[in-house]
């Protein structure tokens, strides 16, 4: 059997998709994603391929509901609109790499990891813990929550 070629999409289940287009788009240095060429909205394209109306939930597609990097490198990131709340931690979390590794300085990385965390939190970012192992594991990060409360890192 011939591999078959895959790409990669994270999906974020949330309430708002909008509010976290907006806060992933700028916290991942990403753009959000316009609808394919010829259709306005995404909602017109999906109407274009036969998606039933009663699929849509209200104002579904009238505003980008993923963010793609304009690179091209990273995944597309897709916040999918859902009734449930989120009630629990995460299984699984987007660590920001910025602190450069363990060849550069602690000291170096956590300036790197703080300035990175003051950013995020002027995005609507919180700040749940720091990570501060100086003795021995010689590592720093921060543990963060985007604007609906969903874990990640910056380390």
Same mark, same amino acid.
């Given at each position: /059997?011939?591999? %078959?070629? /895959?790409? &990669? +999409?994270?999906?974020?289940?949330?309430?708002?998709? +909008?509010? &976290?287009? !907006?806060?992933?788009?700028e916290a991942l240095r990403y753009v959000p994603q316009p609808p394919p060429e010829g259709h306005e909205t995404w909602r017109?394209?999906?109407?274009?391929?036969?998606?039933?109306?009663?699929e849509l939930t209200e104002g579904a597609g009238e505003l980008p509901e993923s963010i793609v990097d304009p690179k091209g490198a990273g995944p597309? %990131?897709?916040? +999918?609109? %859902?009734?449930?709340? #989120?009630?629990? #931690?995460? !299984?699984?979390? &987007?660590?920001?790499? %910025?602190?450069?590794?363990?060849?550069?300085?602690?000291?170096?990385?956590?300036d790197r990891v703080d300035g990175e965390v003051a950013r995020l939190t002027a995005l609507?970012?919180?700040? &749940?813990?720091? /990570?501060?192992?100086?003795?021995? /594991?010689d590592y720093y990060a921060v543990v963060l929550q985007d604007p609906e409360g969903n874990e990640f890192c910056v380390v």
């Open positions: /059997m011939e591999p %078959v070629e /895959m790409t &990669l +999409q994270l999906t974020i289940d949330c309430a708002d998709p +909008q509010r &976290l287009v !907006r806060f992933w788009a017109a394209y999906w109407a274009s391929i036969g998606v039933p109306e009663e597309r %990131v897709w916040f +999918q609109q %859902v009734p449930e709340p #989120k009630t629990v #931690k995460n !299984r699984l979390h &987007l660590d920001l790499k %910025v602190g450069g590794g363990r060849e550069v300085p602690l000291a170096l990385r956590r609507g970012a919180s700040i &749940l813990r720091t /990570m501060d192992e100086p003795n021995g /594991m």
